[in-house]
């Protein structure tokens, strides 16, 4: 890692306890116009749970991992956490590194995909901090889209087996694989990636992963469904669907006898996954008898932390990016380039329409 000379780990944050709770929000709903009320409602999620988001904790945990495949292969490399809407904030660990003397890092995003809140966002966070920073702020390049990773779809893959293994046997056959992601509002989905490529580019990516993690399972086509979850917008306002508990009725009414449900759209157990399907999904499926076994997340996989390593190796030789699928990538790490011009743009959001979700 010759020519970098620290890793910067940027996640999106979250409250440590109640206090915390609507101050995160707020950070994560400026300028939105998001409701009081609206806002009450969301942090009932994270009190339900102490007030305390896992995702901290989760990050931290990756951190290790990297740090130990470092050690492992002899590299000494600092690793640094930084977050969008809480603490450690970005812009203050930018501002430790170069207090450090770091001048050139990469930077890891705990999010896989494209689009704006998936990508483009991450490339506004670089350079807020770097702002913040000042003229001694280091260079940070922005590690690619990993959403078809062979290692992402190896640890995906093995825990869908496992999920499997968890029903009763006679249900293990049959169970419908199903796939959930952060929904978005479908006027966000139009607008990610260039024009040429169509749009769509988050939804056409989560698509594309669920196809190659189910063939590694041996599910194929026509077997599986795509889903979505953690919508927050007003009921005016287009989101992707169909969500997860309206897709489990449906399941129910088709006569499925029991899921097995994929959060591909997460790299690790954060509030949306524990509250959106290990308590509102599992509560649906029990009430409408049917089974149902969750595929944990790949951030405690330990092949995870060795991909964020091929992520930097691949930044650093230039090799092509080890990939499963042929959904196109954007974003940094293409010879660190940024996106292509219009490619991701926020969408503009009337006044009050913003919703309080979170793309971790």
């Not at 988001?53 to 600092?78: K, Y």
């Not at 157990?269 to 089974?291: P, S």
Request: hydrophobic share 40%; glycine share 10%; net charge negative.
């Amino acid at each position: 890692m010759t020519s970098y000379d620290a890793l910067l780990l940027l996640s999106f944050g979250g409250p440590e306890k109640p206090d915390d709770v609507l101050p995160f929000l707020e950070n994560v709903t400026r300028g939105r116009g998001v409701p009081a009320e609206r806002l009450e409602e969301v942090a009932q999620h994270y009190l339900h749970f102490g007030g305390v988001s896992p995702i901290n904790a989760l990050n931290l945990d990756i951190i290790d991992a990297v740090r130990a495949r470092l050690r492992e292969q002899g590299i000494e490399l600092p690793v640094y956490f930084g977050n969008r809407n809480w603490h450690p904030l970005v812009e203050d660990t930018v501002g430790q590194m170069a207090a450090d003397g770091v001048e050139r890092a990469l930077v890891f995003p705990t999010s896989a995909w494209g689009g704006y809140s998936g990508c483009r966002q991450y490339h506004e966070d670089i350079s807020r901090a770097r702002e913040a920073a000042g003229p001694g702020a280091p260079a940070l390049v922005k590690l690619r889209q990993y959403f078809d990773h062979p290692l992402l779809v190896g640890a995906f893959a093995d825990a869908i087996a496992a999920a499997r293994a968890e029903l009763p046997e006679g249900q293990r056959a049959d169970a419908r694989l199903v796939f959930t992601a952060h929904s978005v509002p479908v006027s966000a989905d139009r607008a990610a990636g260039p024009p040429a490529d169509g749009g769509n580019l988050y939804s056409r990516q989560v698509g594309e992963t669920a196809r190659v993690c189910a063939a590694a399972v041996g599910v194929g086509g026509g077997e599986f469904d795509v889903v979505w979850q953690s919508r927050s917008g007003p009921p005016q306002v287009p989101w992707l669907e169909p969500d997860i508990c309206d897709h489990l009725d449906a399941l129910a009414a088709a006569g499925e006898q029991a899921v097995i449900v994929c959060p591909i759209g997460f790299v690790s157990d954060h509030l949306e996954v524990v509250w959106d399907l290990d308590t509102e999904a599992r509560d649906k499926a029990q009430e409408l008898g049917l089974g149902f076994a969750r595929a944990a997340t790949p951030g405690t996989d330990r092949r995870f932390a060795e991909m964020v390593l091929e992520l930097m190796r691949e930044q650093l030789d230039g090799t092509a990016p080890a990939r499963l699928g042929s959904e196109p990538l954007r974003g940094a790490g293409l010879n660190g380039s940024l996106c292509a011009a219009n490619c991701c743009a926020p969408v503009r959001r009337p006044a009050a329409q913003g919703g309080a979700a979170s793309r971790p």
